[in-house]
């Protein structure tokens, strides 16, 4: 049989969770579209690649994990590329473009895929295409798109720059290996798709092709184009009226089928993935009725499962999808009559999908409903690939319309301000397009995992011995034009969940009076942190930056310390510094009178709090310290001389959007003033100080 050759090139990624393989397998599905293919493989398969002896170009995508870490899939790789025995031009061979995931909003912005670049430098191998670094703070989207739009020329340019006899080799090389070219099939469909589309897509042909309906929507659209204000459904010139740019409709390579069959006694798996069930023994609100925000303290009882923790660790949680959206979807989908049908999920025959795998999340045999509430993030923003599949399950001509708008590249900032901004979920977009129905087969491969969600420990078991507690605000999300108010899923759930038990601030905790079967149960996984602890020499002075909920890991070290120093009058133990901020200190300072007995006893040396949203007081103080960076500076003598002489300890908890940040930038301020620094140099020393483990972040957002 001939073997046609069609350029080839490799995919790695390094995934943590989900979005660099989705973005690699999206470059994978456009490849054929430019004529070229593409073979994909995770990094941690180390039999399936090798690059000690790879010609193809090879494209890297790779996430950001921890402090800057590459993913955990991506470490066997970075092990073997930085073996110093590695002679300097050891990949020199090697042609390679790398696209880095980050978020801003992180110390080491981009670093997984950074260590991984300087390291195939190191070695010899060369750019074809430059590095391309995404923000998830600001939408990956934003960096993504355009860097895969470029990556198609500098893969042609790189292979016609390849010698004639090099490239074939490695097509040839690849036939053999896979004479399966069945890419070249899903290369004319996807190709003969885009054109109908394309075709689809102009207007004047939407126009005389689609019901009349559709032509009075447009002509309406066009009447009123000047009163228009463009909305999720809606679009407004010139994208109503300009030909569209879509991407490649991503192969369906799912099948499912619902057969009638018992699966009743369905629960959450325990022990599974290393979750316990544990009772939640207390409940109490910690801020006043008034308060902006609701935080809540839970105690949870670990005494019957082997669960080990330090104060810095944090614990995942097990959330479902609220049943309300879940009951919504079913409705949706036309599918309430299935709910209780045992689902099967396989890999569809002749789906041009490359690596296509049944998701491992949704588990065989099990409901329909209990896929939904378990199994699928059913709240994630929708990615551009889902929204474009959508659209060709949508019967409305103006409606699919609207959402291959949505999808397309001259629809970007309606994405971004519709759906991405928005957080809209997939079933607000079928409640936006009603002429949508997309078979399940399509929401199964489009719905990433129901994650858990973490939460810090907020005690120690010195302290608290067979029992954790944390500490959450209760997220809430306004209405707003794309989908109606809501609460943050795992919170929001949590609230329910412990209605029965939650105590106002300052009351008994009537759970002691309850058994223990009443008590609402949760699952939980410790996910213990390697660096986010006390120093183990107690000596060594600590300064501990922690606003809100942040202030939870710094309650667990100082219960540690106040019990520490019960034990053990003799021992010296270092200043302790706590920066603590909230708005009102009457309405959401947490944890107050726990902190001031640690002042009152010597465990925390200096509590220094500032109320952003409080009056200023009778004194009428000006410029009185709104947030704890403020307070950084008014104390910043104490804090460069406990880092830079006492060798001294930094830790930064909670908001990593803004507060983080800010702190960063105060320290930087700091060390610069105190040394004598400009901002490069003081960059180095807070650099040095991380690296010393020094200053720890554990931030989240
Ligand atoms: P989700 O439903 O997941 O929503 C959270 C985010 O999604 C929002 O911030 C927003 O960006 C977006 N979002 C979703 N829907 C909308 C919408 N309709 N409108 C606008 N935005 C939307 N939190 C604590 O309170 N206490 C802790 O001690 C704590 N410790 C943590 C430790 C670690 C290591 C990590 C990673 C996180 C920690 N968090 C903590 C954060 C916590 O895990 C959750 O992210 C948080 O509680 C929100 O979860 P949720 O499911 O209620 O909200």
Known sequence: MPCEVAAR?????????????????????????????????????????NVDSEIRPVVFVVSTTGDGDPPDTALKFVRKIKNKSLP?????????????????????????????????????????????????????????????????????????????????????????????????????????????????????????????????????????????????????????????????????????????????????????????????????????????????LLELDISEQDVAYQPGDSFDILCPNRASEVEELLLRLDLQMQRNCAVQVSLLKNSSKKAA????????????????????????????????????????????????????????????????????????????????????SLLFEHLPKLQPRAYSAASSSL????????????????????????????????????SSI????????????????????????????STFHLPSDPSVPVVMVGPGTGVAPFIGFLQQREKEHEMNQEATFGETWLFFGCRHKDKDFL?????ERFVHNGTLSHLIACFSRDEPDAAGTVNRPTYVQHNLLLHAKNVASILLKDKGCLYVCGDAKNMAKDVNDTLLEIIGNELQLDKLDAMKIVAGLREEKRYLQDIWS
């Not at 944890?591 to 902190?595: A, W």
């Open 88 to 296: 300097h031009d050891h990949l020199s061979h090697l042609r390679y473009a790398l696209l880095a995931l980050g978020d801003t909003n992180y110390a080491n912005f981009c670093n997984g895929g950074k260590t991984i670049d300087s390291l195939l430098q190191r070695l010899g191998a060369k750019h074809f295409y430059a590095t391309g670094h995404a923000d998830d703070g600001t939408g990956l989207e934003v960096v993504v798109d355009p860097w895969i739009e470029g990556l198609w020329d500098a893969l042609k340019k790189t292979f016609s720059g390849m010698s004639a006899s090099n490239q074939t080799d490695a097509a040839r090389s690849d036939c053999t290996q896979d004479n399966n070219l069945k890419n070249a099939s899903g290369q004319e469909k996807n190709k003969s798709d885009l054109e109908v589309d394309l075709h689809l897509l102009k207007l004047s042909e939407v126009h005389s092709q689609n019901e009349k309906t559709v032509t009075s929507d447009s002509s309406d659209a066009e009447t009123h184009s000047t009163t228009l204000v463009a909305s999720l459904k809606q679009s407004v010139p010139p994208l109503s009226e300009s030909v569209l740019k879509v991407p490649t409709l991503p192969p369906s390579y799912l099948e499912v089928v619902l057969e009638q069959a018992s699966t009743e006694g369905e629960t959450v798996p325990s022990g599974k993935d290393g979750y316990h069930e544990v009772s939640i023994s207390k409940a109490v609100q910690l801020t006043q009725d008034d308060a902006v925000k609701s935080s809540i």
């Open 463 to 498: 302290q608290h011995p067979e029992k954790v507690h944390f500490v959450f605000n209760v997220v809430e999300f306004p209405a707003c034009p794309e989908h109606p108010a809501r609460t943050g899923l795992c919170t929001g759930w949590l609230v329910d969940h412990i």
């Open 502 to 529: 939650l105590q106002p601030l300052g009351t008994v905790p009537a759970s002691e009076c309850l058994g223990t079967s009443a008590l609402p149960k949760v699952h939980v996984r410790p996910r213990p942190n």
């Open 357 to 440: 795998k049944v998701p491992l999340h949704i588990p065989q045999n099990s409901s329909l409903q209990f896929i939904l509430t378990w199994g699928l993030e059913i709240r994630s923003i929708p990615k551009k690939a889902f929204v474009r599949a959508l659209a060709d399950f949508t019967r409305s001509s103006s409606e699919k319309r609207r959402l291959l708008e949505l999808c397309s590249k001259e629809g970007s900032a309606d994405y971004n301000s519709f759906i991405r901004d928005s957080n809209v979920c997939v079933l607000d977009l079928l409640q936006a397009f009603p002429s949508c129905l997309p078979p399940l």
């Open 591 to 595: 944890f107050r009178e726990e902190l």
């Open 9 to 49: 090139f490799l995919i790695l990624y390094g995934s943590q969770r989900g979005q660099a393989q989705s973005i690699a397998e999206e470059i994978c599905e456009q490849a054929a579209e430019y004529g070229l293919t593409a073979d994909i493989s995770c990094l941690s398969k180390q039999d399936k690649y």
